[in-house]
């Protein structure tokens, strides 16, 4: 489905959401004229066509901190609702850099947020993955939607942003902005009301720690795809042989169903290649009977979309050890809340 933003609202109050970017002043001598201004607001783009040309940015940034899409979309609206106000408020100085200015509102109330998204968390039933972004794989030709539109921006792999969840929320903040994103250390301060000093030490905390649990090199796509396949066919197939085979010796398996999907397979991980294999075996031939699979883009990686008749019923995402043999994580999202986006 098609995200868009919400009509132009009426202006509020100036909002006060952290420091402005620098702003010209209005010429205390030269009053313009109705004419004038007119010609002006003809030039101008609107609040809403330029939250547009940014959004994409935005929902990535804010997805990658947060790695819920409602979570997301709360914070963007609460972005526009501000950003609209500072745009039309009467008299106000214009703003020099518009996506400066929006990703510092978007950034700082994805922190705002992360408070409310941790305690849920802590009360969740089972594992908690991060809600997939699902999209045509490359050559596909399907409807554009949200998750393609987010993923033809900047996406983290679904196994990075379960990593990215154990840092502290401003860690995550800067190591997105930073490592994903590109921001250098001296623009991240300013979004944050640091010092570069700080920023770096943060982003250098956060990058060893991000590191120490994954590689930097990853497997090229086509053999996600091959292994994701060979994996797949392994287990729908029961073949136990076959999944020792692809699985590596320290494979974690993580099912999130939100206590709401049957057939899932508990409220801790399971680890370790004998587990997880005989695990497969003994539900997947049943529990898969009857679905359908299609191959989509899960957060840039290739995956699976199971699918109950029309219904999605469960994502498959895996990871793969660094050389591309074997599968060294499973995450399978199916809460049916965390499926509702996709088509």
Known sequence: MTHHPPPDPRPPAVSDDGPQTSVSAPDPVAAPTAASDAVAARQLPTATEVFHDHRELLFSLVYNMLGGIADTEDVLQETWLSWSA??????APSIESPRAYLVRIAVNRALAHQAAVTRRRETYPGPWLPEPLVGSLPGASVEDDVADVAL?????????????QTLTPLERGVFVLHEVFGYPHTEIARIFDRTPAA????????????HARRPRFQPAAHVRQQVTERFLAAALGGDLEALLEILAPEVVMCTDGGGKARGTTGRRPVRGRDSVA???TAIAPT???????????????????????????????LDLTPDGDRVCGIYAVANPDKLSHVD
Do not use: C
Not at 199 to 210: C, N
């Open 278 to 280: 005989r695990l497969i």
């Open 86 to 91: 500072r745009y039309q408020a009467p008299h």
């Open 152 to 164: 033809r921006g900047e996406s983290v792999s679904m196994a990075l942003m379960v990593i990215l």
């Open 287 to 317: 529990s898969g009977a009857g679905l359908d699979v299609a191959f989509r883009s899960v957060n840039g990686d290739p995956a699976v979309l199971l699918l109950a008749g029309d219904a999605p019923y469960a994502v498959l995402v």
């Open 199 to 210: 920023i770096r030490q943060l982003a250098h905390r956060a990058r060893e720690h991000v």
